[in-house]
């Protein structure tokens, strides 16, 4: 029996752990052929096109874009770099566009990249790969089965701090409520030695967010965010969760999943793994581009509202009091946080 289905091209710019990580996923899969590669780090450049075997390589994406012309532009640069890669991408006349968290650094950044997208009719996903753990998978069928009852709040915290780890922290906790729209967000912020980071972010930051089904959702991230004592590796000591009526169900990033159900107390193991979640989350590309109904579970229009609720938190903290979603333009968030935060 012969193979029908088409094999899309794809280029890459941006190879350090996460774009590498990506490079990895695509080069096993049959169902892609990488045929450009982009860093502004000329070793890293030659050094990714030797273990995956690319003869193309640019320090300039919209150069590499424009010279080979894939189906697919993935870029997994550090978060002051997405407006110029989405729009380069959009001139190439990409299909699809995967990035990474965080979708932007502001509101208005998000807006424009997101028109632009619209415009041009182009799908996009964001790096919110952890979903494809086992843990959090049975979390999740878990909730959905009804076995912790009827859901009133769905949780998530991180003591990563808020451009790394909030977008994943509400995507997660959306997820789990599902994917129920966030009608308004109240927040409040402490610290402002994160700001010089490339992930710049109050040092901590905790939202209440009203969802349109009733469910009150809880983030925190950063410095003051809970402790998850049986995680030993920082970056991974995150709880996501929902509580129920008659239970509840929660994964531990590095450290399994528990739940207490109407059947008793249950748990099971599991560890974050990119080995483990990105070939899913690559095939799941593809599988898109193949038929439109079959919506990439990691979207970007999923993760612009997550923007906008990370967003959301930020004016509030600012202009205090609760913030209405959806967000138009405004004063950028985090330059308004780091001027009314106390030092
Ligand atoms: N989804 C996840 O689980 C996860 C995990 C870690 C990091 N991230 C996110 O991934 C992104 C990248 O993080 P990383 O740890 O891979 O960073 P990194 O520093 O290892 O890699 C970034 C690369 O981008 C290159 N670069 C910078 N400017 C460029 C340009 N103009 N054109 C081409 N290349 C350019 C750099 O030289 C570097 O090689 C960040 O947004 C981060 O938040 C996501």
Known sequence: MTNTQPVYTVAVAGLGKRGVHHAEALSKNPRFQLVGLCDIDLPRLEAARQKFGVSYGNTDAAQMLNDTRPDVFVFCTLPQIRMPMIRAGVEAGVRLIAYEKPVAMSMNEGLEMYDLLHQAGIKTVVSHQHRYGDHYQKVKEL???????????????????????MSHMVEYATWYNDLAEVEWVAAQAAGKEKFSDVHASPDY??????????????????????DVPEVDAWWRKCRIGAQGAEGFAEVLTGGGWRAMTKNGFLSGPGGMDYEHDMPPYIQDIASWLDDPAAVHPCNGEQAFKGLQVMMAACRSVVQRGKVTLPLGPGEPELEALERVLPG
């Open 143 to 165: 909730i959905a089965s009804g076995s912790i009852g009827r859901v009133h709040t769905v949780y998530g915290h991180a003591t990563g701090w808020m451009m790394h780890m």
């Open 205 to 226: 930051i905790c939202a209440l967010l009203q969802y349109s089904n009733g469910v009150r959702g809880i983030i925190e991230c950063g410095a003051g965010a809970p």
